[in-house]
């Protein structure tokens, strides 16, 4: 395993930090001083459409996607110290280059799935960043941790039209406030009796404006509504209709797309956090060296020693682990990298949220306020504790993956 930066990853790295010096960290108190003036809080800063503006004209857009007829073609590997570059700015970086969830997911499940005419009409609005788009799965009325729970119908038409009929109600359903969403990928059952419970689920396109589809509410994460990725929303499908051409792949192969996408998606968030401690750290470290307390700098204070240092050495850790999984990925694919996948997934929001925990202690009664972006880190960091599949559910199939060598 060689984890050197290649040629292409270094240049690409230096004009990202280059790009978050120059552009993104200023824009961040601009897009909050925007943000209050809007008529609706989910409508889009124009300082964010004049980063991504700058992103596509310096070449960082849609490093995500390695596939090279649709994205930058870069491998997983490559990605991951440009995905953790975009982790120091979490609201405004990811989105600036396109590379934001859960559009990142639907791109790549278009890509791979999607027909001719679904990639002409989504995929390439949300490669061009003229839309933004939504994935339905997570369930309030059942545990979707296990994704066979859920109970949104996707029915054939009993009319004799060539159509489905999706009924059920979805929530936390990130981006689907914010006005750009114009499509949801929707898992539901399309065969809710069938003896194989992993061939039950179908994806399908759901146009946003569909009749019978309620956006009803935003749901609140730790108290922030998350304005600058579209919230999460409550979604109500009441019989909504669409055509049957708005399937993707077939019927029952919703749970394999769902796992395909997941992967990547459980990477470039672990990718990501660990660019979120980095800036805990280097905030942590700002303000040990300009506070004194009891007589004499944070900085010298044991207890912050033992922070710091901690910090940076599960900082290392992480990152290691994490590029490890993107180099097996590369080389083995995901479903030999699946260990590696649970393990990362386990290993760094749990690490992180500490790292940010610690950073706000230092910080004090200024951690927890909206004048460091140290609380809204820690949200977002905790919060990935649950998505993508909640730690336990990991740790159980992690752990019955080690067993069976003893078997």
């Given amino acids: 395993m ?20 120059e552009h993104v960290y200023p824009a961040e108190a601009v897009a909050h001083e925007q943000r209050e003036r809007l008529a609706s809080p989910w409508d889009t800063p124009v300082i ?5 503006a700058e992103a596509r004209r310096q070449g960082l857009w849609n490093l995500f996607l390695p596939d090279s007829e649709y994205g930058a073609g870069l491998t997983n590997l490559q990605y991951a110290p440009l995905a953790e570059i975009t982790g120091r700015s979490p609201q ?41 788009s939504a994935f339905a799965m997570t369930e309030p009325e059942v545990a979707s941790s296990d994704a066979t729970n859920i109970t949104t119908l ?23 406030m914010n006005p750009d969403c114009k499509i949801f990928i929707v898992m539901g059952k399309t065969d809710p009796g069938g003896a194989d419970i992993r061939r039950q689920q179908s994806m399908i396109l759901v146009p946003r404006d569909t009749p019978g589809v309620q956006v009803k509410r935003a749901m609140q994460v730790y108290g922030y509504e998350d304005h600058s990725h579209g919230g999460h929303a409550e979604v109500i499908f009441d019989h909504a209709r669409v055509p049957v051409s708005n399937l993707i792949g077939e019927e029952g192969g919703g749970f394999a797309i769902a796992q395909a996408r997941l992967g990547p998606g459980r990477i ?26 009891f007589g004499k700098p944070l900085a010298q204070q044991g207890v912050v020693h033992n922070w710091i240092a901690d910090a940076r050495v599960a900082v290392e850790q992480l990152r290691l682990l994490v590029l490890k999984t993107a180099w097996m990925m ?12 649970q393990a990362i997934k386990i290993a760094t929001p749990r690490t992180v949220v500490d790292i940010i925990d610690k950073a706000v202690q230092l910080h004090g009664a200024g951690g927890v306020s909206q004048d460091f972006p ?19 559910v990991h740790q159980r199939s992690l752990a019955r993956r080690e067993l069976k060598k003893y078997v």
């Avoid at 800036?279 to 040990?288: G, K, N």
């Avoid at 590369?330 to 996948?341: C, L, M, P, Q, R």
């Avoid at 140290?374 to 336990?392: M, N, Q, V, Y």
Wanted: hydrophobic fraction near 40%.
């Fill in 154 to 176: 996707i029915e054939r038409a009993s009319d004799g039209t060539d159509e489905y009929v999706i009924t059920g109600r979805k929530w936390y359903i990130s981006g689907a």
């Fill in 92 to 132: 405004l970086a990811p989105t600036a280059l396109n590379c934001a969830a859960p559009d990142t997911g639907n791109m790549e499940v278009l890509a791979q799935f999607g027909d001719e005419r679904q990639r002409k009409q989504w995929l390439e609005p949300l490669l061009a960043g003229e839309i933004r």
């Fill in 48 to 52: 964010v459409e004049e980063l991504k």
């Fill in 374 to 392: 140290l609380a809204e880190l820690w949200a977002s960091a905790r919060t990935l504790k649950l998505a993508d599949g909640p730690d336990e």
């Fill in 268 to 293: 470039h968030h672990c990718m990501r956090l660990i660019g979120m401690a980095e800036r805990a750290i280097e905030l942590m470290c700002r303000r040990a060296v300009s506070r004194t307390a």
């Fill in 2 to 21: 060689d984890f050197a930066f290649d040629a292409r990853t270094e240049e690409l790295r230096q004009k990202l930090l280059a790009f978050m010096d």
């Fill in 330 to 341: 590369d080389t083995v694919g995901n479903k030999g990298a699946h260990a590696e996948i």
